[in-house]
């Protein structure tokens, strides 16, 4: 079973899902919401990495959208979840030393 839990961000509150070790990655998608059983894709990434799971506006119990606009692609890319949640890849790792990465506690757009 994949781990709940929810992040708060100044866009919304949304429903997470997490199972694994390693490295962070993130899946999000636009039409469909995960729950506790996963999603096959993922399952696959949970021996090597850290897997996360968002569900996005109006998926499941995620935050509600308050404009139909919230809801298109260019809405949805905003999100950005996993870099306000600090999971997210990124440019932590130079001449194989990794940096530390602290969470972000809140991002403005």
């Known amino acids: 079973m ?3 839990m929810f992040i708060s ?6 429903e997470i899902f997490t199972k694994g070790k390693g490295e962070p990655v993130c899946i999000t998608h636009l039409y469909s919401e995960f729950n506790e059983l996963g999603y096959y ?14 569900n996005l506006k109006e998926a499941r ?13 260019k809405e949805t890319s905003k999100e950005h979840l996993a870099s306000w949640a600090g ?8 001449a194989g030393k990794k940096k530390r990465v602290k969470p972000h506690k809140e991002i403005k757009l």
């Open 87 to 94: 999971v997210s890849p990124g440019n932590y790792e130079s």
């Open 41 to 54: 894709f993922a399952d696959t990434f949970v021996d090597q990495f850290k897997v996360y799971l968002i």
């Open 2 to 4: 994949w781990e709940r």
């Open 61 to 73: 119990n995620s935050c509600k959208a308050g404009l139909e606009e919230e809801l298109s692609m």
């Open 9 to 14: 961000t100044s866009r919304g509150k949304f």
